[in-house]
């Protein structure tokens, strides 16, 4: 069952994309990610916490040979807004000369994806390519071309499918959007 609308640390939440919308992006995006690296060995570096559930799905539907690490970027600011100074918890596994795909959940304003990169890029992969499932209009303007985005949605804050709202609602297998806001306003 899906709810139209819940709350979530008393802010009201509107359904967004159901988990079948969900399903079939995520499957195009397996589809087309299993083609470029169709006889390699890709390391699928998945972004700690928001990108657990997108990442399990897409893994699943890949279905080539791959290695799976996670890393883990802390963003200061207040809770909801990156403030450009990023710490990055690095990955065990060795990036060097790998072919490395990153596994975001959702691009904001980009800064956190840009330290990731930047972070990866000094470990001197073989290639790197980011796939985020969701991305917001300020993305665009990112210098990090993100190599598959799932949907460009406006600058709504959304919880479910792992991203949450202060800690809460990540298990929700839809997605519900912040209601009765300015786009782009969090929900603090
Ligand atoms: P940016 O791209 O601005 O985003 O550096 C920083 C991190 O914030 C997360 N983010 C969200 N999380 N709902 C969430 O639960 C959202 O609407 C949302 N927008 C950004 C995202 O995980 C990114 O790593
Ligand atoms: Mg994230």
Redesign the pocket.
């Known amino acids: 069952m899906t709810a139209p609308e819940i709350d979530i640390h008393g802010k009201r939440f509107r359904l967004f994309m159901t988990r079948d919308e969900i399903a079939h992006i995520v499957a195009e995006l397996a589809n087309q990610i299993r083609r470029d690296y169709a006889g390699k060995h890709p390391l699928c570096l998945i ?1 700690l916490k ?2 657990i559930i997108f990442a399990a799905d897409l893994l699943r539907q890949l279905a080539i040979p791959c290695s799976v690490e996670t890393i883990r ?1 802390r ?1 200061y600011g207040t809770e ?3 403030s450009g100074t990023v710490q990055i918890e690095p990955p065990i596994l060795e990036l060097r000369g790998r072919e490395v795909l990153l596994i ?10 840009r330290a990731l990169v930047r972070f990866i890029e000094e470990h001197q992969p073989a290639s790197l390519r980011i796939v985020a499932l969701l991305a ?1 209009p ?2 665009r303007t990112l210098r990090v071309p993100l190599a598959y985005i799932g949907k460009e949605i406006p600058p ?4 479910g499918y792992g ?3 202060a800690e809460a609602g990540r298990e929700l297998p839809d997605l519900y959007a912040l209601a009765d806001a300015t786009p782009g306003q969090s929900p603090q």
Not at 156 to 159: E, L
């Open positions: 972004v928001g990108a970027a963003s909801m807004t990156s975001e959940d959702i691009v904001d304003t980009g800064l956190t994806l917001k300020a993305a709504v804050f959304v919880v991203m949450d709202y």
